[in-house]
Each structure stands twice: as C-alpha cells, then as structure tokens.
C-alpha cells in the first residue's frame, strides 16, 4: 500500500522595482514602478517516511514587460526605456534606478536675438526726430507770413472805413443843423406877426 501523501502548493515571488531620481532634487520624481512575478510549484510530503518531492516551477509568462521612462518637463532620463526582463525562480528580487538629469541652460540662446533688436529700436526713432525738426521751421515760417500779409489789408480796409464813417456823420449833422435853423426861422416870422 501506498503511504499517504500530503500535498501543498509553494509560491515564490520575484520583485522588479524601477525607481525615479531627480539628480538636484529640485522637481518632484514620478512615481516608482512595481513588477513582480509569483512562481508555484507542487510540494509532496510524505505521511510515513517525510520524504518531499517537488513539482515542477509554472514558467507561463515568467518576464517583466519593458518599461518606458516617464518625461519630466525639463530633464533628460539617463535610462529612455528599461527592458523587458526574463526571469527564473532562483532569481533575487531586483531594482533599477532611473536618474533625472537638468537640461543644459546654454541650449536657449533666445536672449541674444533680443539685443540686435533693442540697438536698431533708437535707429526709428532718429529719423523722427529730424522730421519734427524740419517740420517745425517750415510750419513758423508759414505762420509768421500769413500775419504779415493779412495786418496791411486790414488796416488798409480800416482806413478807407473810417473816412466814409466820418463822412456820413458830417452830412448828417449839417442836414440836422438846418432843420433847426428853419424851424426857429418860422417860429420867429410867426410871432412877428402876433
């Protein structure tokens, strides 16, 4: 007869962990990535005699997939993709250290083009400031002309004004004297009569 055997299943768990470092510290790292991998076989034990047999280890899919590094805005990762990684039984859990390194300054040379452009900003500005001068002379001189050409005229209308003004004054101060003259002339002749 058979000794009566006693069957368990044994697990084994093989770890990957990929880890984010931020070489200055200056950002926060992204979030690590766990993979792992449990193996089973069967373990037979037995009853009488205690002796163990051992199945055989599942290997059904027994790899890491590849992992590619997240982009960190600014830094450069010095590992782009961690590869797919097959593993045993007999493999130690595992980790890769994925470090995040600054991008150089010197790449954006952008503030130099600006440089050019603030030196030839005076440059529009000078031929203005000869327009306003050239402009200025032209615009007195024209304006120191019309005066004097319009002062004579005037005065000359004045003149001619006021003689006809004082003539009509005159004419009629005569015609009103000699009403008066006749009017105190019939009231005279009328009381001589009385």
Not at 23 to 36: F, I, L, R, T
Not at 67 to 88: Q, R
Request: proline share 9%; aromatic share 6%.
């Amino acid at each position: 007869s058979k000794n009566p055997i006693k069957t368990i299943t044994e697990n084994k768990v093989v770890k990957r962990t990929i880890r984010y470092v931020v070489e200055d510290n200056s950002v926060k790292a992204p979030e690590a990535v766990n993979q792992q991998f449990t193996f089973s076989r069967e373990v037979f034990t037995d009853a009488v005699t205690g002796e163990i047999t051992f199945g055989n280890w599942n290997f059904n899919h027994s790899s890491f997939e590849s992992v590619v590094s997240p982009s960190l805005k600014g830094y450069t990762p010095d590992i782009k993709t961690v590869d797919t990684l097959t593993i045993t039984p007999s493999d130690e859990d595992s980790t890769v250290t994925v470090t995040y390194t600054k991008n150089p300054v010197e790449v954006q040379p952008t503030p130099k083009p600006a440089e050019p452009v603030d030196s030839n900003k005076p440059s529009p500005t000078e031929p203005t400031n000869i327009v306003t001068k050239q402009v200025n002379p032209t615009s007195v001189t024209a304006k120191s002309q019309t005066p004097n050409q319009v002062v004579p005229s005037q005065q000359a209308t004045t003149s001619k004004e006021l003689p006809q003004t004082g003539e009509d004054h005159n004419s009629l101060t005569t015609i009103g004297l000699l009403m008066l003259s006749l009017a105190t002339g019939l009231g005279l002749k009328k009381r001589k009569k009385d």
